[in-house]
């Protein structure tokens, strides 16, 4: 379902999901989205609250479903890492000759000890004649729970930049 109004655009979803695991029970669930995005023009602006997702235990994608199908034989569901929740978000402004970007992505699991990832993108891109480059830095935090107490235990950063170039050749 999709509203536009004057403020921007809001949608809602919700996908249910069945799958069968040799010798198992059928695994069934819910997965819920919501997602927002404003665009305005004359400020060359692009919001997007790009859907927040939460999933039940027994909700498996497609992708999940299949990769656990495959590793079966070395796994059971109760520790096989799949989507809980995901929230994103990405802001574009036109600035000079190119767009500046932000994108934030904050992901939970259910499964293993996984935790929390979250990262964060930052990125300038332009074209000049027939190339186009973009630059970008990207932080990555990663935190982990250890049995049943809630608090960072774990933490894992990882941080890099990236230079893309491209050039367009026609054929």
Known sequence: MRLTTRIGTVSLDVTTSSTRLPGQERLQGQSYGMAYNKNIPQ???????????FSTSGYLSLNDAVNLRD????????????????????ISQKLGDGNLSLYGSSIDYY?????????????YGSNWQSVSW??????????????????????????????????????
Do not use: H, P
């Open 43 to 53: 400020t060359g602006t692009n919001f997007a609250l790009g859907a927040y997702r």
């Open 71 to 90: 590793q079966y034989s070395s796994r059971t569901t109760d520790n096989f890492a799949r989507q809980k929740s995901r929230l994103d978000l990405n």
């Open 111 to 123: 499964g293993t000890s996984l935790g929390r990832q979250t990262s964060l993108t930052v990125g």
């Open 134 to 171: 973009n630059v970008s830095l990207q932080g990555c935090i990663r935190m982990w729970w250890m049995g049943s107490v809630c608090g960072n235990d774990g933490m894992k950063t990882r941080s890099c930049v990236r230079l893309s170039v491209c050039r367009e050749t026609i054929w």
